[in-house]
């Protein structure tokens, strides 16, 4: 069966400092991988999508980057955040059928 | 751009009872629909997709049903238990779905023991 999982669970950062959130799905061969952010009563947003290896689709401008090194590998990046970056982030791997599944989340905190 | 609303926002209903959560989408060309229940600082876990040439979707005391032509789907827990206390968010999917869904705000239910 298919797993995903994402680390850290949380993170606490000074402002300006770099980010790296990472996901990984196991049990699939070239998923569809996507990092959604969801800030208190915004719901959720996404941010990137992947299609495959390098192939990154950004939905909104902003502070922050994804890369793709490897097939089931998806990485969430930033080189200076920002305390609007703060938020609880999700990584999601989607079926052929278009069915989303989300691993834990990473709660960020910008200080 | 699609938008998605859920109303209502927030309910709280004794134990037993069977509800309805609704969910509403603006581009009815949608290519599915899920439903997704949260736990307080969880991620999300999928509970019905609803592929756009079905009408509704099943599993165990949970009903998901969908009409396309009114831009609506809606979500019916049938004899409520105290576990099923969690937000639920609906999101819809356009065009092939690779490019990911797009979710309401959720409902966040409370079932009274």
């Known amino acids: 069966s298919q797993t995903i999982h994402q680390w850290p669970a949380t993170l606490v950062q000074p402002v300006g400092s770099p980010l790296s959130l990472e996901c990984t799905v196991e049990?699939?061969?070239?998923?569809?991988l996507y990092w959604y952010r969801q800030a208190a009563g915004r719901g959720l947003q996404l941010l990137f999508y992947s299609v495959g290896i390098g192939q990154i689709s950004s939905e909104v401008p902003q502070n922050l980057s994804a890369s793709r090194p490897q097939d089931r590998q998806f990485i969430l990046s930033s080189k200076k955040l920002l305390l609007s970056d703060s938020g609880f982030y999700l990584c999601a791997w989607s079926t052929l059928a278009g069915e989303l599944f989300f691993g834990e989340g990473s709660r960020l905190t910008v200080l | 751009k699609q938008e998605v609303t859920q109303i209502p926002a927030a309910l709280s209903v004794p134990e037993g009872e069977n509800l309805v959560l609704n969910c509403s989408f603006t581009d009815s060309a949608i290519y599915n629909l899920q439903w997704f229940r949260q736990d307080p600082g969880k991620g999300l876990t999928s509970l019905l997709l609803i592929q756009s040439s079905q009408r509704e979707q099943t599993s165990g005391r949970l009903n998901a049903s969908l009409d396309k032509s009114s831009g609506r789907s809606t979500l019916y827990i049938a004899a409520s238990q105290p576990g099923d206390s969690a937000t639920y968010l609906c999101?819809?999917?356009?065009?092939?779905?690779?490019?990911?869904?797009?979710f309401g705000k959720g409902t966040h239910l409370i079932i009274q023991p």
């Open positions: 999101a819809s999917g356009l065009g092939g779905g690779a490019d990911g869904l797009t």
């Open positions: 049990g699939t061969s070239n998923p569809n």
